[in-house]
């Protein structure tokens, strides 16, 4: 089929559906950003009671790869996207054939292989002028002693799949990288050099059909056992000079891959300042949650937008913004495996607190629940306003 290229309105009969692969949170808020533009939203996820189902149009209960659910998605969506990387690639080709999808596959597929994606921060950094860390791919015992002693103390990561700090582990030594080898059950895995980290940093941006794109202000992320935890914007260490590298890195790449929708790089920058590229995940982000409350277009908005070839939002931040991210733990009091609802009353009291829980009935310890944004005049209002709500929900700040 030849794609239709003009743009998609949000018309009502015949209803103008978009589509998601996947039913989390992030398919939840993107439902809820495209609804109120006037679009109907399917979702294809095979468990019934996700967080997306709750807001969605329509669900298509189905494994990710299921051919007829696959057929049948492309068939009433005119335009689908994915909300995790994880999804099978192939699954978004066969889309491809039927209908619109953005991101395609093949953007996708960098960002699903921690090699694939490296290697492709390295072709670009001629115009993006950013290096990832110094790496090394291991496939078996024989690379563990080759690696040079450069490259430690290191991480080990698994090559697919890791996400959250999982897959993931910290060595020090050749014997350690041996015995963590080990553990890996034979998959694909690089070893990164320990970087000195001065403060984490991501660049949402957006590119649409038409090739234009959009960077969003740079978010500073701090991340707690590997999951993470708070995002605030302005960054309140990030230098013009740093801030101006990082988005004009971020677009470099964007436009490299020819990208359409909402793209997140993750950078570190280094305790002498320098800026080194982590790694990108093709879809609106956590550290993106703050656009909601804080941007005049949510990257959820502009992910709808992306995916409907209609020009991409107003990026602009019209508040200070401080993102808490909220985990099943703060339900239980101490080692107790009672949950109870944490005080959300006495949150919601704190001046611009904007709660959003994802409607996961099951609190579990180190599972994202939901976020809380506070907005404020001045940065330093929200970063305190978000220090008050740690102390209410018994999270250390
Ligand atoms: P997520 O998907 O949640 O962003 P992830 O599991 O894909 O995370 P990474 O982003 O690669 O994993 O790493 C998780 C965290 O570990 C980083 O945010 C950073 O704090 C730390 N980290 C990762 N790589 C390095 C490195 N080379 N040097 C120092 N710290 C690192
Ligand atoms: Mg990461």
Redesign the pocket.
């Known amino acids: 089929m030849t794609k239709q290229l003009s743009p998609l309105n949000p018309s009502a009969a015949p209803a103008t559906w978009l589509g998601v692969m996947g039913g989390g949170q992030l398919g939840r808020m993107f439902a809820h950003a495209a609804q109120q533009m006037g679009f109907k939203v399917a979702v294809l996820e095979p468990a019934l009671d996700c967080p997306a189902s709750h807001a969605a149009d329509q669900l298509l209960s189905a494994d990710y790869t299921d051919a007829d659910a696959l057929i049948k998605l492309a068939a009433q969506c005119a335009s689908v996207t994915t909300e995790f990387e994880n999804v099978s690639a192939k699954s978004l080709a066969f889309l491809a054939d039927r209908t619109f999808v953005a991101p395609s596959s093949s953007c996708v597929s960098i960002a699903q292989d921690r090699m694939a994606e490296k290697r492709f921060f390295i072709e670009c950094a001629p115009t993006s002028g950013v290096f990832p ?1 110094s790496h090394k791919e291991i496939n078996s015992t024989a690379d563990v002693d080759a690696v040079p002693d450069d490259l430690l103390p ?2 080990l ?1 698994t090559v697919r799949m ?7 582990v910290r060595v020090k030594t050749r014997a350690e990288l041996h015995d963590a080898y080990a553990g890996m059950n034979g998959v694909a895995c690089v070893l ?4 000195p ?1 001065a403060y ?1 940093i991501s660049v949402l941006a957006a590119r649409g059909a038409d090739g234009k794109a959009v960077v969003y202000p740079i978010a500073e ?1 701090v ?1 707690r056992d ?3 935890f708070t995002t605030t914007v302005p960054g309140p260490h990030i230098t013009t000079d740093s801030a101006e590298k990082a988005q004009a890195a971020t677009l470099a790449v964007i436009e490299q891959l020819g990208y359409v929708g909402v793209l997140c790089i ?1 950078f ?1 920058v280094l305790t002498d300042g320098s800026l080194v590229v ?2 990108m ?1 093709p879809r609106p982000h956590n550290s993106g949650h703050y656009t909601i409350d804080a941007c005049v277009t949510s990257q959820f908005a502009q992910q709808a937008r992306a995916m409907a070839r209609m020009p991409l939002g107003d990026v602009r931040q019209h508040s200070p913004a401080a993102m808490l991210n909220i985990l099943g733990d703060i339900w239980f009091e101490g080692k107790s495996d009672e949950a109870r609802e944490p005080a959300w009353d006495k949150v919601l009291a704190l001046p611009g607190a904007n709660l959003h829980l994802y409607g996961k009935d099951t609190a579990r310890r180190a599972r994202k629940m939901g976020h809380i944004t506070f907005i404020a005049p001045t940065l330093e209002e929200a970063q305190a306003n978000l220090r008050k709500a740690c102390a209410i929900l018994g999270i250390a700040p």
């Open positions: 860390a290191g991480i990561k890791g996400y959250d700090g999982k897959g993931q990164e050099k320990m970087l980290l984490e992320n991340h590997g999951i993470l993750e570190f982590n790694e995940a």
